[in-house]
Every structure is written in C-alpha cells, then in structure tokens.
C-alpha cells in the first residue's frame, strides 16, 4: 500500500493562487496579435520546462541547447540521448495537451501512452511498460515498491485520486499525485519526467498554468518528495509546488497585462489618429468646398479610397452634406446637428 497519504491541512497562499488564477482566467478574448504573442510566450516556456526537467535528471544540454532541438535541430558534441530526451519532453507535453483538449480522464492507459512518448531515449520494450525488476532511487530513502506491487498501487493509486479530488484542493492533490507516482516508480526510467508532465497536465486539467520546477532547486525538490514518501511530511513539496505556482501565475500575468496595456494604447493612437484626420479633412473641405476625393485624398496625404471612405464617415456623422449635384455641388462642413459653420 502506498504511505503517502493528504492531510487536512490549510494553506495561507492558495487563496492567493486561486485569485491569481482566476485573474489570468478572466482576460480575454484575445486579438489575433495578442493569440501569436501568448503561443510565443507558451512555446518559451515549454523550452525553459523541458530543460529543468532533464536537467533535474542530469541532462547536459544548456537552455539554449535545448531550444536548439525544440527546432528540431542537432547539437553537435553532446550526447545524443540528452537530445533526445529532450524531444521526449516536448512530444510527451504535446500528447498532454491533445488529452486535454479531449478531455481524456487520467488512467493507467494514458500514464503508459505519456511514457512512452516522453521516454524516447529509453528502448522501444520499456517505453510505456511497468518494469519487471527491482528499482533504485539513487541516494535518496524513498525505496520504490516491488515490481509485483505495481499494478496494484497504480491502481490503488488512481482509485484514491477520484476520492481526494473530492476533498481537497486541486493543487494539494496534483502534488500529492506527483509524490505518490514517484514512490511507486512503476517504470524503468523516465519516471521523474513523465511524473511531472503528470503534475502539469492535473493543473491545467483544473485551470491553472503548468509550472517549471527549476534545476537551482532540485536538491530541495528531492529532499521536499523524500520527506512526503519516507516521514509523511507534505509541507515542504506542498509548498514548493505552490511557490512554483505562484511565480508562474504572476509571470504570466505580467506578460499578459503588458501586452493588453499596449493594444490598449495602439488602439487609443489609432482613435486619436482619426480624429486628426477627421478634423484635418473637415477643415479641407471648409476651405476648398469644390473638392473632390482625389484632391481632399491629396491634402491629407492618404489615397482616393481613403479619402472616400473618410467623407462617407464624415457624411454618416452629419459633419458634412452635399449641396447640388455631385459633379457641380459643393460640401457643406456642419457642427454636429446644430447647424452650418
């Protein structure tokens, strides 16, 4: 059976998260630009993930490596299974997402397919299979269960995850799940990277962004699981899991209300913009009330079209009516519906 059990436990910042989160949820709809400029944001953090990730595991590729391969190139001069486990990272978080858009329920089934397309340095008979040997977690107290053991912890463990989504908070139960699939370890290696794509995918799964557990503090990542696993003590990985949280949602905050704040501004320009040429147009045609599109279009500096289209607007608005015909009339330029000026 497995040890690592919730306790009922209340924490000061998921109050906290659950505003930010929120508060990320409520923006939108997106323009187009601003679409093009979160997938930019989304794809930068995908590459920073995967390289904390194997780096964790103790990856040799740089962050700049790794963007390398996530553009589907090579890097010379370092080891081949680095780089691919690399690709691995982005194939496994790809599938993710795809159960997400079908809203595939977590079961053994989908851990297996998320292994192995995430374990792709590992030969093809092991990806996606529990092993059928004795596991080691290196210099760590946490001893995986028996190979016997795990399909049914696995199930154990899947039929305790529908009870604690019922009873706790979702990022209480997305870390609990990461520590419980670690202590059981079910496959021959990979186990760290899937899990974590395994905790992403449980948070995205209830609304709030994938997190980056940074290589700067992998010493205290693994102590923070040992502690969960080994003494049943969930603070410290509870809390390391919502310090990531935490730093993510205002991140991603920040990007976001950056970039609302400059479309906000653009558009302001704009508006401004077409009030000056409005009123540049009003005073043309003041002046010059014999004038054609091609002449007003040539006062402002704009083409035929546009001055067209800046009469039509002007016309609409009641600025300006015509006077006769269109060959021989003449504009007449008015002060909203008060009257000829």
């Known amino acids: 059976m497995l040890d690592v059990v919730i306790h009922d436990r209340s924490y000061e910042k998921l109050a906290q998260i659950d505003a930010r989160a929120e508060r990320l949820r409520s923006f939108g709809p997106f323009s187009e ?64 997402q795809r159960a997400l858009e079908d809203r595939r329920p977590i079961s053994e089934d989908f851990i297996k397919d998320l292994h192995e397309r995430t374990a792709l340095d590992l030969q093809p008979r ?30 154990d463990l899947l039929c305790d995850l529908e009870t604690y989504r019922q009873a706790y908070h979702p990022v209480i139960v997305a870390a ?12 021959a290696d990979g186990n760290g990277r899937t ?54 949602l205002s991140s991603r905050i920040a990007y976001v209300e950056q970039g609302v704040a400059s479309e906000c501004a653009l558009a302001t320009a704009k508006r401004s913009a077409a009030s000056d040429r409005k009123a540049q147009a ?22 035929p079209r546009q001055a067209q289209r800046l009469i039509r607007q002007l016309r609409e608005e009641g600025l300006v009516v015509r006077e006769g015909s269109n060959k021989r009339g003449r504009w007449v330029v008015r002060n909203g519906c008060e009257g000829e000026v």
Request: aromatic share 8%; with cysteine; charged share 25%.
């Open 33 to 96: 630009a601003m679409q093009l400029s979160l997938a930019s944001y989304d794809g930068d953090f995908l590459v920073r993930m995967a390289y904390n990730s194997n780096a964790i595991e103790g990856s040799t590729l740089t962050l700049l490596e790794t963007e390398i391969v996530y553009e589907g190139e090579f890097v010379s001069g370092k080891p081949g299974r680095d780089q691919i486990a690399a690709r691995g990272i982005f194939e496994g978080h790809a599938f993710a």
């Open 126 to 155: 092991a990806r996606g299979s529990y092993r059928n040997a004795p596991a080691l977690i290196r210099a760590s107290r946490t001893v995986p269960v028996g190979a016997l053991k795990i399909r049914p912890c696995m199930a």
């Open 176 to 187: 609990w799940f990461h520590a419980a699939f670690e202590r059981i370890h079910p496959f």
């Open 195 to 248: 899990g974590r794509l395994l905790l992403n995918h449980m948070l995205e799964r209830r609304g709030y962004p994938p997190i980056a557990i940074k290589v700067d503090h992998a010493l205290e990542y693994r102590a923070a699981l040992e502690s969960w696993q080994v003494d049943g003590e969930q603070d410290p990985f509870v809390e390391l899991v919502i310090t990531c949280l935490d730093e993510e």
């Open 282 to 303: 009003l005073e043309s045609l003041r002046a010059h009330p014999d004038h054609t599109a091609q002449k007003l279009g040539e006062d402002l500096g704009v083409s």
